[in-house]
Nanobody, 118 residues
Framework: QVHVAESGGGLVQPGGSLRLSCASS????????MRWYRQAPGKERERVAT????????DYGASVNGRFTISIDNANHTSYLQMNDLKHKDTDMYSC???????????WGQGTQVTVSE
């Protein structure tokens, strides 16, 4: 069974930083994409960042404004989202998706809560 699990969320002050981790286990093809999303209650889910297994291809959502950096540890099928200069608007549930295009599978984690507050 393929399992995806996020970690690293928590409470942080405005201007602070957090690093989220998305660890996947179980067999998948070695070509995949990992994507970070975020969603607050009553709001639409938005994509934050995407990265390919090789780390060569990256893409960021418009709301990031250069503050977030996605990275990949391909050997361990683990993605990281470094979040700097956090703002109140970044308060969301952050979820990770692993997509394997060769078999069309999507795997989702449970999410990790990020709260930016005084």
């Amino acid at each position: 069974q393929v399992h995806v699990a996020e970690s690293g969320g928590g409470l942080v002050q405005p201007g602070g930083s957090l690093r989220l981790s998305c660890a996947s286990s179980g067999f998948t093809f070695n070509m995949y994409f990992m994507r970070w999303y975020r969603q607050a209650p009553g709001k639409e889910r938005e994509r934050v960042a995407t990265i390919s297994a090789s780390g060569i291809v990256t893409d960021y959502g418009a709301s990031v404004n250069g503050r977030f950096t996605i990275s990949i540890d391909n050997a361990n099928h683990t993605s990281y989202l470094q979040m700097n200069d956090l703002k109140h608007k970044d308060t969301d549930m952050y979820s990770c998706n692993k997509y394997t295009p060769f078999d069309g599978h999507n795997y989702w984690g449970q999410g990790t809560q990020v709260t930016v507050s005084e």
